[in-house]
């Protein structure tokens, strides 16, 4: 046995998904995924609120081609707080496929953060969901976001619907671009056109340096599988209103789903549902993604 043993109600990822009969286009981002350790090689985080099963690398990079994206962008996951080793382990080994996206503290070197940006790091994480992380003040972040501006980096906040209201002038006040993980994580019980969602989509229109991932339909659905529908409108509106603000991933190995795990190929068809045409998808997967993480490819 291993040092970390998994949550007891810890849902591995699907170990083997469908090849999706959506054939993704040249040059496609998965721009949300992670890797979980292996624990014995890049220890969890003490400070962490789960235990995952291990998801490597390799396997992340077999999902890659299997699925036929080219590239992924890999978010530092609250497990590994903010040891960010196993991301960077694999932002080397994909050889340039892959970008990170960071999570750091305050005084954070100004060597680590070169150490990053040579690795492929172009963000870092502020996440407020606090089933994940312990509440932390506004300027806590704001010194981050201040350090990491210089770099041209961005900043992608996660947090739920019910907090925006609370976190907008903060939100609104940071220095770089703004990418929101889950859409904010809409209650997709609530009317598209409802206030919830307005809120969120008046962020987007009157502030253009918020992008939005249209992500985590399996994460936000209360109709669940196979199609996810209850999540097809709300994506639709975000991708049709703001459509070169958005970035699709798939957000695998799929922290702390409960009640079913995605067949990750059926997640790439999804696609097709909530960008429906082959301009949107280009917009989506391949041009958005590819500005934003390796825009400064020369
Ligand atoms: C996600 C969502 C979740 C977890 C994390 O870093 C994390 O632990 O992001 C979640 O539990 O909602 O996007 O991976």
């Known amino acids: 046995m291993g040092t970390f043993e998994m949550d007891a109600d810890w849902l591995c990822f699907d170990p083997s998904p469908s090849k999706p009969t959506y054939r993704l286009p040249p040059g496609a981002v998965d721009a949300h995924c992670h890797v979980f350790g292996p624990g014995d090689e890049f220890p969890y985080a003490p400070e962490r609120k789960y235990t995952p099963c291990d998801a490597s690398k390799d396997q992340l990079f077999a999902l890659r ?5 080219e590239r992924n962008v890999i978010v530092q996951a609250t497990c ?23 999570t750091v503290g305050p005084h954070v070197g100004d060597d680590e953060l070169a150490e990053l940006h040579e690795a492929g790091v172009r963000g870092v994480r502020f996440n407020f ?8 003040p506004d300027d806590y972040y704001r010194s981050i976001a201040e350090r990491i501006a210089a770099l041209g980096w961005h900043v992608v906040v996660y947090f ?13 006040s940071l220095p770089t671009i703004v990418v929101v993980d889950h859409m904010g994580r809409p209650d997709v019980g609530k009317p598209v056109d409802g206030p919830e969602f307005g809120l969120f989509l008046k962020l ?16 936000l659905s209360l109709s669940g599988p196979p199609g996810y529908d209850d999540v097809v409108p709300f994506h639709r509106r975000v991708v049709e209103t703001f459509p070169d603000r958005v970035l699709f991933g798939t957000d695998w190995p799929h922290p702390n789903l409960k009640g079913h795990m995605p067949d990750d190929g059926k997640l790439v068809d999804y696609v097709q549902r909530i960008a429906t045409t082959e301009e949107l998808r280009q917009k989506l997967l391949v041009d958005n993604p590819t500005r934003l993480y390796w825009g400064d490819d020369t």
């Open 65 to 69: 081609d299997l699925l036929g994206f």
């Open 80 to 102: 590994h707080g903010a040891d960010n080793a196993a991301m960077v382990d694999a932002l080397v080994a994909s050889k340039g496929r892959a970008r990170g996206v960071a």
């Open 129 to 136: 969901v606090r089933r994940l992380v312990d509440p932390k």
């Open 160 to 172: 739920e619907a019910q907090d925006l209201a609370e976190r907008w002038d903060f939100f609104t």
């Open 204 to 219: 987007m229109a009157e502030h253009p340096q918020f992008w939005s991932k249209v992500s985590g339909a399996e994460r």
